[in-house]
């Protein structure tokens, strides 16, 4: 299995399951029948509404210009930054953007906010300046919560200092048509708004305007991201062995049939962000009705020992730049016998190509798990508790919460709950800040070397639209760390009776109960200071 970009090294008789998938998906005629928006490759439900991103590379290019220079025109007028508010799709893969092809000399500086915490807010309005931001605000929906109170903030705030008749031009949107925010954004005399397409769910958006607009107001070139990703579709569309869609959808869903469902990313610095959109895509479209992959980003290697047989690793390479690390780990995995996955990637500018690859292998994956690759039907469940939540707490202006202490007794027991082929989580509602991840990241460590098993790190409330779906309505493998704090800084919703600090605690709790109602295995911690707590945690695990 072997395209100019894409190897795949596995023990025999895995090696032969997929083959023999691939020939029985090429005798049902199942690529055709992908791009023929047929149900029945999956579940036979409403699969067909959600295919539009299939054509997304072959959009009118003309069209694509007008956005771009509409984009850039905002970028150049009186820009310095640009604050993105959106959750999920609308989110990571903007993030990704930034982090891989970076921001060209003369355009703005793209901030991502996707967090409740305050203290993550107050850290990007500090880092600007309101009066020459540009505000992107981004939901397919328009009823995402986090989205719309993090919009009513920042609008607030640009009234203040630039008055009401000014402050709507420093917003733009973008949205699918008919949406409740277009509503607010007509009324409130937002600068543009972009329309997303209703066929197009948010974590298959990329190549949507939800990643062209932010692309452009970087100072990248869509059009080169799409031709790319046309490319990558034409591939896609064969039933030879140069679709490598295919080829990695097939592989990913047998080796999970095979207990092997935990890919796991090695890439280098230079692309070690494009797990974090990864990780959305296969989580949230797999898991679910009791079955899932469950991606692992982010995890520092180790040595060959230290993993289970639940792994396969995905070794991404960019050409004309060294990871000696990186391909020595690879290679030591290979020899002891791991499957091992090999992309490599042209340049930086693959990142559209890339996009579609694996959005098309994400699809192939769930026809062999037999999955809707396209809803995610756990993932409101926290939603209506949230809500519920947080509507007796405008009714009563009190939050009945017991903040459980960290305790080295009920760590112990939950780790205790730690088998072969579980996964350790950590859902953290505390600021997603380089401290804070370099401190999860040992504690992860001290985890998996101690109890050979892959471990995640989510930040709360980002994770509930990313791998909230798998660790809800994905297989019973997940044991759970919530992580919840005091904070030191709070900021008021406007409009509303509860804050932001509040609402992130609601979502942890809404999270929680989803989570205990489900049968996990999961514990809730709260810590009064985080850095000297994410201390102790890490010496209770030693």
Same mark, same amino acid.
């Given at each position: 299995?072997?395209?100019?970009?894409?190897?795949?090294?596995?023990?025999? /008789?895995?090696?032969?399951?997929?083959?023999?998938?691939?020939?029985?998906?090429?005798?049902?005629?199942?690529?055709?029948?992908?791009?023929?928006?047929?149900?029945?490759?999956?579940?036979?439900?409403?699969?067909?509404?959600?295919?539009?991103?299939?054509?997304?590379?072959?959009?009118? +290019?003309? !069209?694509?210009?007008?956005?771009?220079?509409?984009?850039?025109?905002?970028?150049?007028?009186?820009?310095?930054?640009?604050?993105?508010?959106?959750?999920?799709?609308?989110? $990571?893969?903007?993030?990704?953007?930034?982090?891989?092809?970076?921001?060209?000399?003369?355009?703005?500086?793209?901030?991502?906010?996707?967090?409740?915490?305050?203290?993550?807010?107050?850290?990007?309005?500090?880092?600007?300046?309101?009066?020459?931001?540009?505000?992107?605000?981004?939901?397919?929906?328009?009823?995402?919560? #986090?989205?719309?109170?993090?919009?009513?903030?920042?609008?607030?705030?640009?009234?203040?200092?630039?008055?009401?008749?000014?402050?709507?031009?420093?917003?733009?949107?973008?949205?699918?048509?008919?949406?409740?925010? !277009?509503?607010?954004?007509?009324?409130? @005399?937002?600068?543009?708004?972009?329309?997303?397409?209703?066929?197009? @769910?948010? +974590?298959?958006?990329?190549?949507?305007?939800?990643?062209?607009?932010? %692309?452009?107001?970087?100072?990248?070139?869509?059009?080169?991201?799409?031709?790319?990703?046309?490319?990558?579709?034409?591939?896609?569309?064969?039933?030879?062995?140069?679709?490598?869609?295919? *080829?990695?959808?097939?592989?990913?869903?047998?080796?999970?049939?095979?207990?092997?469902?935990?890919?796991?990313?090695?890439?280098?610095?230079?692309?070690?962000?494009?797990?974090?959109?990864?990780?959305?895509?296969?989580?949230?479209?797999?898991?679910?009705?009791?079955?899932?992959?469950?991606?692992? #980003?982010? *995890?520092?290697?180790?040595?060959?020992?230290?993993?289970?047989?639940?792994?396969?690793?995905?070794?991404?390479?960019? %050409?004309?730049?060294?990871?000696?690390?990186?391909?020595?780990?690879? *290679?030591?995995?290979?020899?002891?016998?791991?499957?091992?996955?090999?992309?490599?990637?042209?340049?930086?500018?693959?990142? @559209?190509?890339?996009?579609?690859?694996?959005?098309?292998?994400?699809?192939?994956?769930?026809?062999?798990?037999?999955?809707?690759?396209?809803?995610?039907?756990?993932? *409101?469940?926290?939603?209506?508790?949230?809500?519920? $939540?947080?509507?007796?707490?405008?009714?009563?202006?009190?939050?009945?919460?017991?903040?459980?202490?960290?305790?080295?007794?009920?760590?112990?027991?939950?780790?205790?709950?730690?088998?072969?082929?579980?996964?350790?989580?950590?859902?953290?509602?505390?600021?997603?800040?380089?401290?804070?991840? /370099?401190?999860?990241?040992?504690?992860?460590?001290?985890?998996? /070397?101690?109890?050979?098993?892959?471990?995640?790190?989510?930040?709360?409330?980002?994770?509930?639209?990313?791998?909230?779906?798998?660790?809800?309505?994905?297989?019973?493998?997940?044991?759970?760390?919530?992580?919840?704090?005091?904070?030191?800084?709070?900021?008021?919703?406007?409009?509303?009776?509860?804050?932001?600090?509040?609402?992130?605690?609601?979502?942890?709790?809404?999270?929680?109960?989803?989570?205990?109602?489900?049968?996990?295995?999961?514990?809730?911690?709260?810590?009064?200071?985080?850095?000297?707590?994410?201390?102790?945690?890490?010496?209770?695990?030693?």
């Amino acid at each position: 299995m072997t395209t100019s970009d894409y190897s795949c090294a596995l023990p025999s /008789d895995l090696a032969s399951r997929v083959k023999r998938r691939v020939a029985a998906f090429n005798d049902n005629g199942v690529v055709q029948r992908i791009w023929d928006r047929d149900p029945s490759v999956w579940t036979n439900a409403d699969e067909s509404r959600w295919l539009g991103w299939l054509s997304l590379p072959m959009q009118d +290019r003309g !069209e694509v210009k007008r956005i771009v220079d509409c984009a850039r025109a905002m970028a150049a007028e009186w820009t310095k930054d640009v604050v993105l508010l959106g959750m999920g799709g609308s989110s $990571l893969a903007p993030e990704v953007m930034r982090e891989i092809l970076g921001t060209a000399t003369g355009f703005p500086a793209l901030h991502v906010v996707d967090s409740t915490d305050p203290g993550q807010l107050l850290a990007v309005e500090r880092a600007i300046d309101v009066r020459r931001t540009l505000f992107l605000v981004a939901s397919k929906s328009g009823t995402t919560l #986090e989205v719309n109170i993090l919009k009513q903030y920042f609008h607030h705030r640009a009234v203040q200092e630039l008055g009401e008749a000014e402050a709507g031009r420093h917003f733009v949107l973008t949205t699918d048509p008919g949406s409740k925010l !277009e509503d607010v954004a007509k009324r409130e @005399g937002f600068r543009a708004v972009f329309g997303g397409l209703p066929s197009v @769910g948010g +974590r298959y958006s990329a190549l949507s305007n939800f990643g062209l607009v932010p %692309a452009a107001l970087l100072g990248a070139d869509p059009v080169r991201l799409l031709d790319g990703a046309r490319e990558m579709a034409q591939r896609c569309a064969s039933t030879g062995p140069e679709n490598a869609g295919l *080829e990695l959808g097939t592989v990913l869903g047998e080796l999970a049939l095979a207990g092997r469902d935990k890919p796991t990313l090695i890439a280098p610095a230079a692309l070690a962000s494009f797990g974090g959109w990864l990780e959305q895509l296969v989580a949230e479209s797999l898991g679910k009705n009791g079955k899932g992959i469950i991606p692992i #980003e982010g *995890e520092t290697p180790g040595a060959p020992g230290e993993y289970g047989h639940d792994r396969v690793f995905v070794h991404l390479r960019l %050409a004309g730049e060294s990871d000696a690390a990186g391909d020595a780990a690879a *290679e030591q995995l290979q020899a002891a016998g791991h499957p091992v996955i090999r992309i490599d990637w042209a340049d930086r500018s693959s990142l @559209g190509a890339e996009f579609y690859r694996w959005e098309f292998a994400t699809a192939v994956a769930g026809a062999v798990l037999a999955v809707n690759p396209f809803d995610q039907p756990d993932v *409101e469940a926290a939603k209506v508790v949230t809500r519920r $939540l947080a509507s007796e707490f405008e009714n009563t202006g009190t939050l009945a919460d017991d903040n459980p202490p960290l305790e080295e007794r009920s760590i112990a027991a939950l780790l205790g709950q730690l088998h072969a082929g579980d996964y350790f989580a950590i859902l953290a509602f505390i600021q997603m800040n380089q401290a804070n991840t /370099d401190a999860l990241d040992r504690v992860r460590r001290a985890v998996r /070397d101690r109890y050979k098993v892959a471990t995640t790190v989510g930040f709360g409330p980002r994770y509930l639209h990313s791998t909230g779906q798998a660790h809800k309505g994905g297989p019973n493998s997940g044991v759970f760390l919530v992580i919840t704090c005091d904070d030191a800084d709070d900021l008021p919703v406007p409009g509303q009776r509860y804050s932001f600090g509040t609402i992130k605690r609601l979502q942890a709790r809404g999270d929680l109960e989803v989570l205990t109602t489900r049968g996990r295995r999961v514990l809730r911690v709260h810590l009064t200071n985080v850095e000297a707590g994410l201390r102790d945690l890490l010496a209770m695990i030693r």
